[in-house]
Antibody
Framework: QVQVVESGGGVVQPGRSLRLSCAAS????????MHWVRQAPGKGLEWVSY????????YYADSVRGRFTISRDNSKNTLYLQMNSLRPEDTALYYC??????????????WGQGTVVTVSS | DIQMTQSPSSLSGSVGDRITISCRAS??????LNWYQQKPGRAPTLLIY???TLQSGVPTRFSGSGFGTDFTLTITSLQPDDFATYYC?????????FGPGTKVDI
């Protein structure tokens, strides 16, 4: 069955870096675009970033552009989010999510359980 | 970027009620509108995509409609399992955006 499992969260000081991973299984990872979505405590969902199936195209929310980098290793079925210059407002539960279909404009049909990032001094 | 709004922000219902949640986009998104359900402590799940297509396994009491900028999620007979927060999301651009959510409680 399809699974996406996030890891790499933790407590980090403002200005520091963290790398999240998302291990995928149960589907042909290299065929699907993937996303990162975050949810601050008690708040709604915020889309963070998208990477196309082949890794060529990446897109970012304005709130993270220039600080976060999305990437993927299709040989390892793994999605990454490199987060630099972290701010307290980046504190959230970070989900990875899979596109439902092969295109770029798909809904998200599978989500992981998330990994918590806390930015605090 | 496309902004999404939802109304109401919360609503109280009873088992068996018919409820409607509205979602509006700041510009046309054609039918690139999706609905998700999120229960406390859980990841969101896809209910409806392309405005009106039910995701596999989702009960038929859920339905969606709309095109362009205005969309609706309807639950025809509210069940205990439906008490949750519902989010709309546009997928008409590579920069996705979600509505602020509608919390449905008892």
């Amino acid at each position: 069955q399809v699974q996406v499992v996030e890891s790499g969260g933790g407590v980090v000081q403002p200005g520091r870096s963290l790398r999240l991973s998302c291990a995928a299984s149960g589907f042909r990872f290299s065929d699907y675009g993937m996303h990162w979505v975050r949810q601050a405590p008690g708040k709604g969902l915020e889309w963070v970033s998208y990477i196309s199936y082949d890794g060529i195209n990446q897109y970012y929310a304005d709130s993270v552009r220039g600080r976060f980098t999305i990437s993927r290793d299709n040989s390892k079925n793994t999605l990454y989010l490199q987060m630099n210059s972290l701010r307290p407002e980046d504190t959230a539960l970070y989900y990875c999510a899979k596109n439902r279909g092969y295109g770029d404009y798909e809904p998200f049909d599978y989500w992981g359980q998330g990994t918590v990032v806390t930015v605090s001094s | 970027d496309i902004q999404m709004t939802q109304s109401p922000s919360s609503l109280s219902g009873s088992v068996g009620d018919r409820i409607t949640i509205s979602c509006r986009a700041s510009q046309t998104i054609y039918n690139y509108l999706n609905w998700y359900q999120q229960k406390p402590g859980r990841a969101p799940t896809l209910l409806i995509y392309a405005a009106s297509t039910l995701q596999s396994g989702v009960p038929t009491r859920f339905s969606g409609s709309g095109f362009g900028t205005d969309f609706t999620l309807t639950i025809t007979s509210l069940q205990p399992d439906d008490f949750a927060t519902y989010y709309c999301q546009q997928s008409s651009t590579t920069h996705r955006s979600f509505g602020p959510g509608t919390k449905v409680d008892i």
